[in-house]
T-cell receptor, first 108, second 114 residues
Framework: RKEVEQDPGPFNVPEGATVAFNCTYS??????FFWYRQDCRKEPKLLMS???SGNEDGRFTAQLNRASQYISLLIRDSKLSDSATYLC?????????FGAGTRLTVKP | NAGVTQTPKFQVLKTGQSMTLQCAQD?????MSWYRQDPGMGLRLIHY???????DQGEVPNGYNVSRSTTEDFPLRLLSAAPSQTSVYFC?????????????FGSGTRLTVV
């Protein structure tokens, strides 16, 4: 079983749509959680950290459920520029574990 | 521009050859790490360092060596290249290994072993 699991997609949505990605992790002692974005053939870049209380950054909302070991990312009002692969990342003692990513394509 | 610089960007090796992937950062980050990214598997941690003179193994360390003689540099050595090491390699750095400050990644090295 992978330590961090994501639906690989692809998710194909029209501009303006709301889309949600989910992620589960296996290490219950994991300490910190993140979403990264990776464009095709580029390096990953931090999108946002994920806090237990949930947090929002503009059109992006992240949620963490420690009891269920589940992380989510909600994107509202999708833009063409949101097309990318979204990586769920979980940290335990300086060891960052990455999910394989969920690919999103936003179409006009 | 400040950031993480990786060289080379592309490399083709023959099985059994050795090489060093270079990584340098100018942000005074204490934490540096190497990942490999393979299709469908996500990034996997090879080795990491929490400061000069300190290194540790990650999830997939076999076949790779690292050293950290300065804060700025963290080279990755392939001892005897194998086709299974064909991958995209990313170096990352951060103020802390916890990730709370975000990891800055280099642009990657695409390695093919034939």
């Amino acid at each position: 079983r992978k330590e961090v699991e994501q639906d690989p997609g692809p998710f194909n949505v029209p501009e303006g749509a709301t889309v949600a990605f989910n992620c589960t992790y296996s290490n219950s002692a994991s300490q910190s959680f993140f979403w990264y974005r990776q464009d095709c053939r580029k390096e990953p870049k931090l999108l946002m950290s994920v806090y237990s209380s949930g947090n929002e950054d503009g059109r992006f909302t992240a949620q963490l459920n420690r009891a269920s070991q589940y992380i989510s990312l909600l994107i509202r009002d999708s833009k063409l520029s949101d097309s990318a692969t979204y990586l769920c990342v979980v940290n335990y003692n300086n060891d960052m574990r990455f999910g394989a990513g969920t690919r999103l394509t936003v179409k006009p | 521009n400040a950031g993480v610089t990786q060289t080379p960007k592309f490399q083709v090796l023959k099985t059994g050859q050795s090489m060093t992937l270079q990584c340098a950062q100018d942000m005074n980050h204490e934490y540096m790490s190497w990942y490999r990214q393979d299709p469908g598997m996500g990034l996997r941690l090879i080795h990491y360092s929490v400061g000069a003179g300190i290194t540790d193994q990650g999830e997939v360390p076999n076949g790779y060596n690292v050293s950290r003689s300065t804060t700025e540099d963290f080279p990755l050595r392939l001892l005897s290249a194998a086709p299974s090491q064909t991958s995209v390699y990313f170096c990352a750095s951060s103020y802390s290994g916890t990730g709370v400050y975000g990891y800055t990644f280099g642009s990657g090295t695409r390695l093919t072993v034939v």
